[in-house]
């Protein structure tokens, strides 16, 4: 039953699980699917974090000088 305890805990994972699938139980004609998903898993976690970081950047570079223009907007009031 190794396929069926793969299945339950691909189907048991949260959603931000890109943890490697563990590849030791399964049987030998299925390991370079495994590894082959584990990269992909990989990939997939490295864009993630790329994304996270772009956004990151892209919220401190509109914060910025959105912050200046409130200054002066209230320096302009008084």
């Known amino acids: 039953m190794p396929l069926e305890q793969l299945k339950a805990e691909l189907i048991s994972r949260n959603?931000?699980?890109?943890?490697?699938?563990?590849?030791?139980?399964?049987?030998?004609?299925?390991?370079?699917?495994?590894?082959?998903?584990?990269?992909?898993?990989?990939?997939?976690?490295?864009?993630?974090?790329?994304?996270?970081?772009?956004i990151a950047d892209a919220s401190?570079?509109?914060r910025t000088p959105l912050a200046g223009l409130k200054t002066q907007a209230e320096l302009a009031l008084r």
């Open 15 to 54: 959603n931000n699980d890109l943890s490697p699938v563990n590849s030791d139980a399964a049987p030998s004609e299925l390991k370079p699917l495994l590894e082959s998903l584990n990269h992909l898993l990989v990939k997939v976690d490295s864009n993630i974090a790329k994304q996270h970081r772009f």
């Open 60 to 62: 401190h570079q509109l």
